[in-house]
């Protein structure tokens, strides 16, 4: 299990499979900003530049799906049994974050 502690405090266990799915994803993402940086070092045309970042933000929105989904399988359904009802609240506002 991976668990690294955040910001916040809070901490989260992962299996190694979530890990490096999650990982996968976020190096992925990070060669597509890389590449829209060498565009931009290129003058590449702006229609390719903005396809190139569609492409980026939709990763993006991916993994947030991907998090998000097992927040809610794991984070908020134990909080949930274990009579914590903050992690609600806590989920609202994350989502009201990902929407904007």
Do not use: W
């Amino acid at each position: 299990m991976m668990s690294k502690e955040c910001c916040c405090g809070k901490t989260t266990e992962r299996s190694d499979d979530e890990y490096k799915k999650l990982m996968n994803r976020l190096n992925r993402i990070e060669g597509q900003i890389r590449g829209l940086k060498r565009m931009l070092d290129e003058s590449a045309y702006c229609p390719d530049i903005l396809t190139q970042s569609a492409a980026v933000s939709s990763a993006i929105n991916s993994f947030n799906r991907e998090l998000l989904s097992s927040h809610i399988r794991h984070c908020v359904a134990r909080d949930i049994r274990n009579g914590d009802d903050e992690t609600i609240e806590e989920l609202v506002v994350t989502m009201q974050k990902l929407m904007k």
